[in-house]
């Protein structure tokens, strides 16, 4: 299937964590119905840091800019 990780199945989750996903399944960042993944993580710091805590599993901080690395 395709999964928005921006828009999880799951009600209590904000996002979508790819690695528990099915093998088969395509996953996106975004898509036509939300934002870039450059404008949230640039506009929205407070999302940005739970992204970054919740997901990317970090305590640092998210840098401000959407670097590749995030990418």
Request: proline letters at 8%; aromatic letters at 10%; hydrophobic letters at 30%.
């Amino acid at each position: 299937g395709l999964r928005i990780q921006r828009m999880p199945n799951e009600s209590d989750l904000e996002f979508g964590i790819p690695s528990q996903y099915s093998y088969m399944t395509v996953c996106a960042p975004s898509c036509h119905d939300c934002s870039t993944l450059r404008a949230w993580w640039e506009e929205d710091e407070e999302r940005r840091q739970r992204f970054f805590k919740n997901v990317m599993e970090s305590d640092e901080l998210p840098p401000d800019q959407c670097v590749p690395e995030v990418a």
